[in-house]
T-cell receptor, first 114, second 111 residues
């Protein structure tokens, strides 16, 4: 079956512009996670959804970052007024919500802010 | 001190060698431990998943967890050039909670 998909695969934007990143989780996976992977920093947790609710937003670095999930499926991560330090690979993962903690990752969106 | 420490390498070994990758952690509440493999410009893929202490073997891969020492390891036997990738350890407290990752170790297996 299909895995986690993300779009776009690459995004180049100018400083100050807004960007939207999309994640399509595996069908039937109710938990969805966003992570950011910066050069030399490893993966950092951003936000977690259970269904359409976000019980943990503790990793969002500033109020320029927001995310939503609709229909318990697709999620969008929005970064407003992008800064150069936002340049990174943004990864989405999904998992079943029955205590099984295997998270399956998408290929990521590579964001470059000029 | 970061919650999870992992030597970034790079680590270079000849084909057929046994590879040992390690992570240490500080949070004694971690119960679930994973190893992910990430090829260049791809998302991480789950290799091994272990609950609490002990060993788990899957083909050429063995994962070990020592909670008393807060230390986890991944061993790769008979390493192959196709094993060349970045290996990330990850851990969490309970099911469906965010993973805390190490920075990853870059491995090259030379033919």
């Amino acid at each position: 079956g299909a895995g986690v998909s993300q779009s776009p695969s690459n995004k180049v934007t100018e400083k100050g512009k807004d960007v939207e990143l999309r994640c399509d989780p595996i069908s039937g996976h109710t938990a969805l996670y966003w992570y950011r992977q910066s050069l030399g920093q490893g993966l950092e947790f951003l936000i977690y959804f259970q269904g359409n609710s976000a019980p943990d937003k503790s990793g969002l670095p500033s109020d320029r970052f927001s995310a939503e999930r609709t229909g318990g499926s697709v999620s969008t991560l929005t970064i407003q007024r992008t800064q150069q330090e936002d340049s990174a690979v943004y990864l989405c993962a999904s998992s079943l919500a029955s205590g099984v903690n295997e998270q399956f990752f998408g290929p990521g969106t590579r964001l470059t802010v000029l | 001190q970061k919650e999870v420490e992992q030597d970034p390498g790079p680590l270079s070994v000849p084909e057929g060698a046994i590879v040992s990758l390690n992570c240490t952690y500080s949070n004694s509440a971690f119960q679930y431990f994973m190893w992910y493999r990430q090829y260049s410009r791809k998302g991480p893929e789950l290799l091994m998943y272990t609950y609490s202490s002990g060993n788990k073997e899957d083909g050429r891969f063995t994962a070990q967890v020592d909670k008393s020492s807060k230390y986890i390891s991944l061993f790769i036997r008979d390493s192959q050039p196709s094993d060349s990738a970045t290996y990330l350890c990850a851990m969490t407290i309970s099911g469906n909670t965010p993973l805390v990752f190490g920075k990853g170790t870059r491995l090259s297996v030379i033919a």
